[in-house]
């Protein structure tokens, strides 16, 4: 597997910091896609999007909002108890990780063929039979 690393003008002072944290990030979240193909089906994973865009619309309806941020616009309403104000951060928080969660399933979803046939070619024909 090839890794290519951008260059950035204002990474010179820090280059070594700065490819390596760009390095780390981009394998980090290469790493979550994996867990999620190796982890779960592709029936899962499907599943799974479909609860989270479920979940979001509900929320969409309920407050009458298109995003989180919208929702968190309507924070700034001084009608609302201080009760409305903890669900709403509550969801804001939650609809936040339904959409990091939506984005990382979809991209599994798209390398789902990728992933799986690099992990069986993973493995060494023969590797299973005894020396002789």
């Keep these: 597997m090839v890794y290519y690393i951008l260059v950035r003008e204002d990474a010179k002072d820090f280059p070594l910091l700065y490819y390596n944290s760009r390095l780390f990030s981009f394998l980090s ?3 979550e896609i994996r867990t999620l ?3 779960n089906t592709r ?3 499907r599943s799974e999007l479909v609860a989270i865009t479920e979940e979001i619309e509900e929320w969409q309806a309920i407050y009458d909002v298109e995003a ?3 929702l968190e616009q309507s924070l700034a309403n001084g ?11 509550d969801v804001i928080a939650f609809w ?3 959409e990091e969660d939506r984005r990382l399933i979809k991209h599994a ?3 789902y063929s990728d992933v799986e046939g690099e992990s069986e070619s993973d493995t060494v024909p023969g590797d299973d039979e ?3």
């Design 96 to 98: 936040r990780e339904n």
């Design 109 to 111: 979803l798209e390398l």
């Design 29 to 31: 979240f290469f790493e």
């Design 43 to 45: 029936e899962e994973l």
């Design 79 to 89: 009608d609302l108890a201080s009760s409305e104000l903890r669900e709403r951060c």
């Design 37 to 39: 193909i190796e982890e």
């Design 130 to 132: 005894p020396n002789g």
């Design 68 to 70: 989180w941020e919208d």
